[in-house]
DNA sequence: TGTTTAATTTAACTTTAAGTTAATATATCA
DNA sequence: TGATATATTAACTTAAAGTTAAATTAAACA
């Protein structure tokens, strides 16, 4: 993988120093830029994955730059990050409504910066593919909103629940161990009784019927369509 | 919400006919295009949110036309994706230069087409929500003038409040976990305890009534519409 | 600048719901 | 059939959220 382009923009040449230093020291290439304006003309060219702005800077403020970027399509996948000053009691609504999708407050500490940076830029690689509700037999499943939808009837369901129908029928058809499940949804440190499951199944079974949720006996469950 | 327009332009009949297909059995209204000119009038005509169209096509290419499109301000919110034989990779590049969001190659994958078709489009219906008060339900709620119209009333949050009611409403009917909560109405870096999102969410329902802010046990809450 | 008021947070406590266990019943398969 | 796995229930435990009042902090104002 090519290393990731980070465009740096703030108006103290030592800011920008500081976290050049320590973004080039952890792989990435860095282009700096003294304001928005300029931040703007160098985004166009660089098309960098991800700008880390200043809020406050003359010319053109970060909220501003931010906005007019988040219009050009070129710059739909691009991650904007803010700086801001502690004392800035401003309300973060106006950055994220701006289209921020992160900040980092003044005085910079390398270790959270660095460690945001990684993160964001992970989850841009990573594809956003299998988004949007799960449609199967009578179920719409969605994780967004939690909810449910079963023969046009909607339900909401306690989180174990929703969890194990959600596991359920990602795998439609397949056969789900019961290892499998417990590792999905009571997660590896949780210890709990082996029957945990078989409640959780009853559960399910009581709200949608019997027949969707088959068992498979001596190795898990599958969620059959119909 | 009314369904999406899509456009569909290409030469070759057949592909039209797969494209359509496709989207029109989940849920998108299609028309079609068999060249550049042709998909310029209908567009001015349709204003569809979304453009696919085929790289190569005689009379006028698609690159061509989304120059076209791009210039004309009643397109500046239109995806434009193309459809691109996966021999021609040269192509991307022109194409992004051209203003393009997106592409495809061929042979056409149903699912990966629609998922993306998905993806942007829903990308486009929340960009939306960042300009101007949003409007849900009984609320009329705008960041601008920090204030709330509910039910033909005026209020005046507190900041925190406001600043709540206003992530629930703009990701209406999807759980915001509790988590992103903290993230957007606190920040990441100040630390409170657990009880405080509790303690904001039940003065908002002591002003707006119980039946808008549905609890979500062990995630976190969502905004009812009613 | 001190004073007052409002906003925010904390802490203690209550309530509610979710999750688990364990005992018993039932089903399944060799 | 008999051994073994799963199903079912109800009782119980734990976790999460709701509520209130008091304490803290920030904002407004004279």
Redesign the interface.
Known sequence: MTKSKILLVDDEPDVLEILSYNLENNGYKTFKAKDGKEAIEKAIKILPELIIMDVMMPNMDGIEACEIL??D??F?NTIIMFLTA?AEEY????A????AD??V?KPIKPKILLSKVNALLRRLNQD?????PIEIGNFVIDA???NVLFNGKYF?L??KEFELLFLLASKADKVVKREMIMERVWGSEVIVGERTIDVHIRKLREKFGDNYFKTIKGVGYKFAKS
């Open positions: 988040r219009k399509p070129k739909k502690r309300s973060h609504i106006a994220f409504q701006a289209g992160d900040y407050t956003n593919i299998s988004e949007g967004e909103k939690y909401v306690p989180r």
